[in-house]
Protein backbone atom coordinates (compact mmCIF):
# COMPACT_ATOMS: atom_id res chain seq x y z
CA UNK A 1 0.00 0.00 0.00
CA UNK A 2 2.61 2.53 1.01
CA UNK A 3 4.71 1.61 -2.64
CA UNK A 4 1.70 2.22 -4.26
CA UNK A 5 0.91 5.95 -3.04
CA UNK A 6 4.00 6.75 -2.97
CA UNK A 7 4.13 6.12 -7.01
CA UNK A 8 0.52 8.09 -7.50
CA UNK A 9 2.57 10.82 -5.66
CA UNK A 10 5.71 10.99 -8.07
CA UNK A 11 3.17 10.65 -10.73
CA UNK A 12 0.72 13.87 -10.22
CA UNK A 13 3.52 16.27 -9.67
CA UNK A 14 4.45 15.15 -13.28
CA UNK A 15 1.06 15.23 -14.91
CA UNK A 16 0.95 18.94 -13.18
CA UNK A 17 4.26 20.37 -15.27
CA UNK A 18 3.13 18.41 -18.23
CA UNK A 19 0.07 20.18 -17.91
CA UNK A 20 1.48 23.28 -17.16
CA UNK A 21 3.65 23.40 -20.11
CA UNK A 22 0.41 22.74 -22.25
CA UNK A 23 -0.53 25.26 -20.92
CA UNK A 24 2.11 28.20 -21.49
CA UNK A 25 2.87 26.65 -24.82
CA UNK A 26 -0.91 27.28 -26.04
CA UNK A 27 -0.89 30.88 -24.56
CA UNK A 28 2.64 31.82 -26.36
CA UNK A 29 0.91 30.58 -29.28
CA UNK A 30 -2.14 32.72 -28.80
CA UNK A 31 0.04 36.01 -28.13
CA UNK A 32 2.23 37.42 -30.83
CA UNK A 33 5.80 38.12 -31.46
CA UNK A 34 7.29 41.67 -32.19
CA UNK A 35 8.70 41.11 -35.39
CA UNK A 36 12.26 41.05 -35.73
CA UNK A 37 13.79 44.29 -37.02
CA UNK A 38 16.29 44.35 -39.85
CA UNK A 39 20.04 44.46 -39.30
CA UNK A 40 22.56 44.59 -41.47
CA UNK A 41 24.88 41.97 -39.38
CA UNK A 42 21.97 39.50 -40.15
CA UNK A 43 22.58 38.72 -43.54
CA UNK A 44 23.43 35.20 -43.34
CA UNK A 45 19.85 34.41 -42.32
CA UNK A 46 18.59 35.19 -45.57
CA UNK A 47 21.09 31.91 -46.91
CA UNK A 48 22.00 34.29 -50.08
CA UNK A 49 25.08 31.39 -50.86
CA UNK A 50 22.12 30.29 -52.40
CA UNK A 51 21.78 32.66 -55.36
CA UNK A 52 25.71 33.50 -55.85
CA UNK A 53 27.16 30.25 -55.77
CA UNK A 54 27.05 30.20 -59.30
CA UNK A 55 29.56 33.20 -59.23
CA UNK A 56 31.50 31.73 -56.47
CA UNK A 57 31.41 35.50 -54.33
CA UNK A 58 31.70 35.14 -50.62
CA UNK A 59 29.50 37.74 -49.62
CA UNK A 60 30.91 37.46 -46.07
CA UNK A 61 34.38 38.39 -47.20
CA UNK A 62 36.17 41.29 -47.59
CA UNK A 63 39.16 43.21 -49.27
CA UNK A 64 41.35 43.14 -46.70
CA UNK A 65 42.81 39.37 -47.73
CA UNK A 66 43.05 40.34 -51.66
CA UNK A 67 46.74 41.09 -52.74
CA UNK A 68 47.41 44.39 -55.37
CA UNK A 69 49.03 42.85 -58.77
CA UNK A 70 52.38 44.27 -57.64
CA UNK A 71 52.58 44.26 -54.07
CA UNK A 72 55.31 41.62 -52.97
CA UNK A 73 54.61 38.32 -52.01
CA UNK A 74 51.50 37.91 -55.15
CA UNK A 75 51.98 35.63 -57.39
CA UNK A 76 50.08 34.27 -60.15
CA UNK A 77 47.86 36.21 -62.35
CA UNK A 78 45.46 38.74 -61.65
CA UNK A 79 42.20 37.46 -61.19
CA UNK A 80 39.16 39.27 -62.47
CA UNK A 81 38.08 39.81 -59.09
CA UNK A 82 41.37 41.07 -57.72
CA UNK A 83 40.49 44.00 -61.26
CA UNK A 84 36.65 44.69 -60.60
CA UNK A 85 37.82 45.32 -56.88
CA UNK A 86 41.13 48.07 -57.85
CA UNK A 87 38.62 49.58 -59.89
CA UNK A 88 36.54 49.63 -57.09
CA UNK A 89 38.62 51.37 -54.65
CA UNK A 90 39.67 53.58 -57.29
CA UNK A 91 36.42 55.10 -58.01
CA UNK A 92 35.86 55.54 -54.26
CA UNK A 93 38.88 57.22 -53.91
CA UNK A 94 37.78 59.42 -56.42
CA UNK A 95 34.23 60.34 -54.44
CA UNK A 96 35.98 60.76 -51.85
CA UNK A 97 36.59 64.28 -52.44
CA UNK A 98 40.34 63.84 -52.37
CA UNK A 99 42.60 65.81 -54.52
CA UNK A 100 43.54 63.91 -57.52
CA UNK A 101 47.43 64.60 -59.01
CA UNK A 102 47.14 66.34 -62.10
CA UNK A 103 49.78 67.48 -64.68
CA UNK A 104 50.98 71.07 -63.98
CA UNK A 105 50.22 73.48 -67.49
CA UNK A 106 53.15 75.95 -67.68
CA UNK A 107 52.09 79.63 -66.59
CA UNK A 108 51.73 81.11 -69.84
CA UNK A 109 54.38 83.66 -70.06
CA UNK A 110 53.39 87.39 -70.90
CA UNK A 111 54.10 89.12 -74.16
CA UNK A 112 53.21 92.59 -72.86
CA UNK A 113 56.28 95.40 -73.16
CA UNK A 114 57.14 97.32 -70.81
CA UNK A 115 58.28 100.96 -70.81
CA UNK A 116 60.10 102.62 -67.45
CA UNK A 117 59.44 106.29 -66.71
CA UNK A 118 61.49 107.98 -63.20
CA UNK A 119 59.86 108.02 -60.50
CA UNK A 120 60.52 111.63 -59.53
CA UNK A 121 57.92 114.08 -59.70
CA UNK A 122 60.10 116.85 -60.92
CA UNK A 123 60.83 114.90 -63.94
CA UNK A 124 58.92 116.18 -66.85
CA UNK A 125 57.02 112.36 -67.39
CA UNK A 126 56.31 110.23 -64.77
CA UNK A 127 53.50 107.94 -63.43
CA UNK A 128 51.52 110.38 -62.60
CA UNK A 129 51.15 112.07 -66.77
CA UNK A 130 52.43 108.69 -68.74
CA UNK A 131 48.96 108.06 -70.19
CA UNK A 132 47.70 111.54 -70.86
CA UNK A 133 51.12 111.41 -72.98
CA UNK A 134 51.68 108.07 -74.37
CA UNK A 135 47.87 107.00 -74.51
CA UNK A 136 45.80 110.53 -74.99
CA UNK A 137 48.81 112.19 -77.02
CA UNK A 138 47.96 115.11 -74.71
CA UNK A 139 51.26 116.66 -71.92
CA UNK A 140 49.86 117.46 -68.54
CA UNK A 141 52.75 118.26 -66.00
CA UNK A 142 52.63 116.35 -63.01
CA UNK A 143 51.97 119.21 -61.24
CA UNK A 144 49.26 119.72 -62.89
CA UNK A 145 47.60 116.11 -62.10
CA UNK A 146 48.96 116.40 -58.66
CA UNK A 147 46.35 119.66 -58.29
CA UNK A 148 43.68 117.57 -59.79
CA UNK A 149 43.87 115.07 -56.98
CA UNK A 150 45.31 112.28 -58.72
CA UNK A 151 46.19 109.51 -56.97
CA UNK A 152 49.73 107.71 -57.91
CA UNK A 153 49.31 104.35 -58.71
CA UNK A 154 52.68 101.76 -58.40
CA UNK A 155 52.47 101.15 -62.19
CA UNK A 156 50.11 102.03 -64.64
CA UNK A 157 48.83 99.95 -67.89
CA UNK A 158 47.80 102.15 -71.54
CA UNK A 159 46.10 101.07 -74.30
CA UNK A 160 47.45 102.25 -77.56
CA UNK A 161 44.73 102.13 -80.76
CA UNK A 162 46.65 100.61 -83.98
CA UNK A 163 45.30 100.31 -87.54
CA UNK A 164 45.48 96.32 -87.90
CA UNK A 165 46.35 97.17 -92.04
CA UNK A 166 49.79 99.31 -90.66
CA UNK A 167 50.51 96.88 -88.13
CA UNK A 168 50.77 93.90 -89.93
CA UNK A 169 52.88 95.99 -92.88
CA UNK A 170 55.26 96.95 -90.08
CA UNK A 171 55.70 93.07 -89.11
CA UNK A 172 55.98 91.84 -92.64
CA UNK A 173 51.96 90.27 -92.53
CA UNK A 174 49.90 90.30 -95.34
CA UNK A 175 46.97 89.45 -93.61
CA UNK A 176 43.85 90.11 -95.63
CA UNK A 177 42.23 92.31 -93.71
CA UNK A 178 39.83 95.58 -94.04
CA UNK A 179 40.87 98.84 -94.16
CA UNK A 180 40.57 101.01 -90.79
CA UNK A 181 40.41 98.07 -88.59
CA UNK A 182 41.34 99.51 -85.13
CA UNK A 183 42.99 96.95 -82.43
CA UNK A 184 44.09 97.70 -79.07
CA UNK A 185 47.53 97.23 -77.71
CA UNK A 186 48.58 97.18 -74.14
CA UNK A 187 51.73 98.79 -72.29
CA UNK A 188 52.85 98.44 -68.67
CA UNK A 189 54.80 101.40 -67.35
CA UNK A 190 56.73 101.13 -64.58
CA UNK A 191 58.91 103.26 -62.16
CA UNK A 192 60.36 100.58 -59.78
CA UNK A 193 62.64 98.38 -62.10
CA UNK A 194 63.86 96.76 -58.94
CA UNK A 195 60.79 94.76 -59.01
CA UNK A 196 60.98 93.06 -62.22
CA UNK A 197 62.41 89.65 -62.55
CA UNK A 198 64.18 88.24 -64.87
CA UNK A 199 61.55 87.52 -67.51
CA UNK A 200 60.16 91.01 -66.78
CA UNK A 201 63.77 92.49 -68.10
CA UNK A 202 63.28 90.17 -71.25
CA UNK A 203 59.92 92.47 -72.06
CA UNK A 204 61.32 95.97 -71.68
CA UNK A 205 61.66 97.57 -74.30
CA UNK A 206 61.82 101.55 -73.18
CA UNK A 207 62.86 103.74 -70.88
CA UNK A 208 62.96 107.43 -69.90
CA UNK A 209 66.06 109.20 -69.12
CA UNK A 210 65.96 111.81 -66.35
CA UNK A 211 69.78 112.55 -66.82
CA UNK A 212 71.50 111.70 -63.50
CA UNK A 213 73.15 108.14 -63.47
CA UNK A 214 72.13 107.18 -60.18
CA UNK A 215 68.61 106.56 -61.96
CA UNK A 216 70.13 103.10 -63.05
CA UNK A 217 71.94 101.84 -60.20
CA UNK A 218 71.22 98.28 -59.52
CA UNK A 219 70.00 97.76 -62.49
CA UNK A 220 71.24 94.60 -64.88
CA UNK A 221 73.74 95.61 -67.83
CA UNK A 222 75.01 98.37 -65.77
CA UNK A 223 79.47 98.96 -66.16
CA UNK A 224 81.32 98.55 -62.83
CA UNK A 225 82.28 102.72 -63.25
CA UNK A 226 78.24 103.47 -63.78
CA UNK A 227 78.06 104.06 -67.45
CA UNK A 228 74.43 102.86 -68.73
CA UNK A 229 75.93 102.12 -72.31
CA UNK A 230 74.91 98.64 -71.96
CA UNK A 231 71.53 99.13 -71.01
CA UNK A 232 70.46 101.32 -74.09
CA UNK A 233 71.59 98.58 -76.16
CA UNK A 234 68.53 95.85 -74.82
CA UNK A 235 66.19 98.82 -74.81
CA UNK A 236 65.06 102.04 -76.53
CA UNK A 237 66.04 105.20 -74.60
CA UNK A 238 64.29 108.55 -74.55
CA UNK A 239 64.32 111.67 -73.06
CA UNK A 240 61.52 114.35 -72.73
CA UNK A 241 62.41 117.84 -72.56
CA UNK A 242 60.70 121.41 -72.86
CA UNK A 243 61.43 123.14 -75.70
CA UNK A 244 64.24 125.69 -75.54
CA UNK A 245 65.80 124.30 -72.36
CA UNK A 246 69.33 122.78 -72.71
CA UNK A 247 69.54 119.25 -72.88
CA UNK A 248 71.24 117.48 -70.02
CA UNK A 249 75.26 116.42 -70.46
CA UNK A 250 74.62 112.97 -69.89
CA UNK A 251 71.87 112.76 -72.61
CA UNK A 252 74.08 114.09 -74.88
CA UNK A 253 77.03 111.22 -74.02
CA UNK A 254 74.73 108.70 -74.42
CA UNK A 255 72.49 106.93 -77.32
CA UNK A 256 69.37 109.01 -76.42
CA UNK A 257 66.23 109.73 -78.59
CA UNK A 258 65.41 113.66 -77.55
CA UNK A 259 61.52 114.53 -77.86
CA UNK A 260 60.87 118.14 -77.08
CA UNK A 261 57.32 119.49 -76.25
CA UNK A 262 55.97 122.69 -75.93
CA UNK A 263 55.13 124.77 -72.66
CA UNK A 264 52.31 125.88 -74.51
CA UNK A 265 51.25 124.73 -77.94
CA UNK A 266 49.20 121.88 -76.93
CA UNK A 267 48.29 120.98 -80.85
CA UNK A 268 52.01 119.69 -81.10
CA UNK A 269 51.79 117.46 -78.38
CA UNK A 270 50.77 114.72 -81.05
CA UNK A 271 53.46 114.99 -82.82
CA UNK A 272 55.83 114.35 -80.01
CA UNK A 273 53.80 111.12 -78.94
CA UNK A 274 54.02 109.91 -82.53
CA UNK A 275 57.61 110.29 -82.63
CA UNK A 276 58.31 108.64 -79.75
CA UNK A 277 56.41 105.49 -81.00
CA UNK A 278 57.67 105.38 -84.36
CA UNK A 279 61.14 105.03 -82.76
CA UNK A 280 59.88 102.43 -80.48
CA UNK A 281 58.10 100.51 -82.99
CA UNK A 282 61.39 100.47 -84.80
CA UNK A 283 63.42 99.34 -82.36
CA UNK A 284 61.23 96.30 -81.38
CA UNK A 285 60.73 94.94 -84.73
CA UNK A 286 64.79 94.79 -84.84
CA UNK A 287 65.24 93.23 -81.14
CA UNK A 288 62.20 91.96 -79.83
CA UNK A 289 59.41 90.93 -82.21
CA UNK A 290 57.93 88.30 -79.78
CA UNK A 291 56.82 90.71 -77.77
CA UNK A 292 52.83 92.10 -78.77
CA UNK A 293 52.98 95.50 -80.30
Known amino acids: VSTQSTGKSRAEPSRAAANTSTTGHQEDKGRQLPPKRYSRYDQERFRAEKDTDEFKIDTLGGFASMKKPNAPGSSGPVSSGNRSSSHVQQKERQGSGRPVAQAKNPKRESKTPIVIVPASISSLINLYNVRDFLQDNRFVTAQEKEKQGYQKHSEVTISRKRDLVKMNALRGHAAPVTENQIVT ?56 KFEGLPTDKNVLKWDVTVLTVSKNKRHLDSVCALKFWEELDRFIVKNKRHLRF
Do not use: C
Not at 209 to 220: R, T, Y
Not at 224 to 235: A, K, L, S
Open 185 to 240: VPYRIVDNPLRLDRKDWDRVVAVFVAGPGWQFKGWPGLMPDGNPVNIFTRMKAFHL
